[in-house]
């Protein structure tokens, strides 16, 4: 476990980092940091979540920034998207503070966050090759991108069951300490709705909760005896460390091979959560 001034150096260094190689691969830099800062940071748990949620806060506003200047805001599915994942991730602090404070059990929900996502990056094919990435790594098209193109009508299209999944993957996120934007793209981009509608509203969903979450924790940690508020250094460090380092990784995106960075981030995301699910079955 590192301290002092030197957990922060280390923290912003290696969001960069992270950031700038997820972004290509359309991955939030969330997702890797977490165990990161449990096996190298030393955060303790249940804090790691918060201070998760808390690189999130930081690091999406540029992301968000730049969408809005594509004239791409999400529309009325942002809007279903908070009404869902709001509560949900609200529902998810309690249930990581209340129900899994440990690591034993945390270990498990982790790997089974972490599984289906690095298999998801390791099999699949991105949309198409001008599929840049935001500051948090949620996938979208090129400023050519029209949220009026033609598009299938498969899949989750009305209110109530996205705003059921939404409140789902909230609750998931608060417990894990992400924003769920990388649960939430795949599976409304696999349904039918085009890139450039559900990545600044994933985005959008991501921030918002990732407040509620931070404050959450803050005011359950008054309650509460142990390390459960964030660890605002450190979490801020990473913050900005993600920020730039996102934004590296969408300047650099179109010079990489992208199945290639997918598909190694993949094996790496699988591995990561095959540890996970073994210290938590042992």
Do not use: K
């Amino acid at each position: 476990m590192l301290g002092g001034g030197g957990t922060q150096v280390v923290a912003l260094v290696a969001a960069y980092v992270i950031a700038a190689l997820a972004t290509p691969a359309g991955v939030s830099g969330a997702v890797l940091l977490l165990p990161f800062q449990v096996s190298v940071l030393g955060t303790p748990s249940p804090a790691v979540t918060p201070t998760n949620l808390l690189y999130n806060v930081v690091a999406t506003p540029g992301g968000l920034y730049r969408y809005w200047q594509q004239g791409h805001t999400g529309g009325g599915l942002a809007s279903l998207l908070i009404i869902g994942t709001l509560p949900g991730v609200i529902a998810g602090a309690i249930i990581r503070i209340e129900l899994l404070p440990g690591p034993v059990v945390f270990d498990l929900v982790a790997g089974s966050v972490l599984f289906p996502l690095g298999v998801w990056l390791a099999l699949n094919r991105p949309a198409g090759p001008d599929w840049p990435a935001t500051s948090t790594g949620t996938a979208d098209r090129n400023e050519s991108a029209r949220t009026d193109n033609p598009s299938p009508t498969v899949g989750i299209r009305s209110g109530s069951p996205l705003i059921l999944l939404a409140a789902a993957v909230g609750c998931v996120g608060g417990i894990y300490g992400i924003g769920g934007g990388s649960i939430l793209a795949p599976i409304l981009i696999g349904s039918g709705r085009p890139p450039a509608e559900v990545a600044p509203a994933a985005l959008a969903s991501t921030f918002v909760t990732s407040v509620a979450g931070v404050v959450t924790f803050t005011i359950l940690s008054v309650h509460q005896h142990g390390t459960v508020a964030p660890d605002w250094p450190t979490g801020l460090a990473l913050g900005v460390g993600g920020l730039a380092g996102a934004y590296t990784g969408a300047r650099i995106q179109s010079r990489l091979p992208d199945t290639l960075i997918r598909r190694l981030l993949g094996i790496l995301v699988i591995g990561i959560a095959g540890r996970y699910l073994w210290s938590g079955a042992s």
